[in-house]
């Protein structure tokens, strides 16, 4: 009897496991398409391409799924995970997939609680999740990387680029182009080669190791920012902070014109020359006006009671 019982428990366990493991294994025809859409609201999904013209896909489908598609529409693939209407989802059997696809399609992606790996990509790609963790490699062309919560890691980037985490942390490494990166709270650290840069944070840390750069913007309110770059002649750098302290660090011998204020107290430091700040007569504020070089390009630099520091 107990033999019996033990039968039935295993085959009820075999029974379980196919019915919470659906498995996919399937390829579409390529051919003339123009870009892939990926859905998969839990999970996770990985992307790499090749040089074929087929889209091949392999993985899991979380056994709460109300179904999957897998299809050619027209010029665009569509893989869709499709989730019940509802926010508590059994995490036992996430949707994982595993895509290869010509390396010449567009890409989007949309997830909840979603972690994306996607490589070595030659045309646009727009990337959101709310709570999963983004990793890119070599993405080209138009680049939108945004998470609510989830960690942005990115390498290889270059064109137009946009990354943005609200709470989450922000890693970028060899991006070249224009790169604009945005954070709430998080950490934001860039390694980056990009000739044209905008950072906004609110209360986040911000590390910036630069290039040559021609235009570069940090906006900040509370959270401190370190920059170490080269300014180009002609070029353009400009800072803004509420409260948090700001340093910047020239790799070159920088000629610039230097126009820099605090309006509430907070310090002005220069480490370039022997410029002193001037005190307002009247009230907490001060300015630090100064050339180097020949004073090309300009500085502008403004806080209300952070500090601000420049130096070689």
Same mark, same amino acid.
């Given at each position: ?13 075999? @029974? %379980?496991?196919?019915?919470?493991a659906? #498995?996919?294994? #399937? ?24 040089? #074929? ?58 997830? @909840? ?26 993405? %080209? ?15 290889g980037?270059?064109?137009k ?32 080669? %990009? ?27 509370s959270?401190? %920012? ?6 180009n ?7 803004d ?19 820099m ?52």
């Amino acid at each position: 009897m107990k033999f019996m019982v033990r039968i039935v428990s295993l085959v009820l366990s075999v @029974i %379980a496991l196919q019915v919470s493991a659906q #498995q996919v294994n #399937q390829r579409i025809d390529a051919s003339g398409a123009t870009s892939i859409t990926i859905e998969n609201q839990q999970g996770e999904v990985v992307v790499t391409s090749w040089q #074929q013209e087929v889209v091949e896909l392999e993985g899991q489908i979380s056994d709460e799924a109300k179904r999957f598609i897998f299809e050619r529409q027209g010029n665009q693939i569509v893989v869709k995970v499709i989730m019940p209407n509802h926010n508590h989802w059994n995490n036992t059997h996430n949707s994982t997939l595993t895509l290869k696809v010509p390396h010449n399609l567009r890409l989007s992606f949309n997830g @909840i609680s979603s972690d994306i790996s996607i490589s070595d990509m030659e045309k646009s790609s727009a990337i959101k999740t709310v709570s999963g963790n983004i990793n890119v490699n070599n993405l %080209a062309e138009l680049v939108d990387l945004s998470s609510v919560s989830g960690d942005i890691k990115s390498r290889g980037l270059s064109g137009k680029i946009s990354i943005s985490s609200v709470s989450g942390d922000i890693d970028d490494r060899a991006s070249q182009g224009r790169i604009n990166l945005s954070v709430i709270s998080g950490h934001l650290v860039s390694h980056s080669q %990009a000739e044209e840069v905008s950072v906004n944070s609110v209360s986040g840390e911000v590390s910036l190791t630069l290039a040559k750069v021609n235009e570069l913007s940090i906006t900040t309110v509370s959270g401190d %920012a370190d920059a170490r770059l080269s300014l180009n002649d002609n070029g353009l750098l400009k800072v803004d902070s509420v409260s948090g302290d700001i340093s910047i660090q020239f790799d070159n011998n920088v000629q610039a014109s230097f126009k820099m204020r605090a309006n509430a107290g907070g310090d002005l430091i220069n480490r370039l020359t022997d410029d002193k700040v001037q005190e307002a007569k009247y009230g907490p504020s001060s300015k630090l006006y100064f050339n180097t070089g020949n004073g090309s390009a300009t500085v502008k630099a403004s806080t209300v009671s952070g500090d601000i520091k420049v130096s070689r």
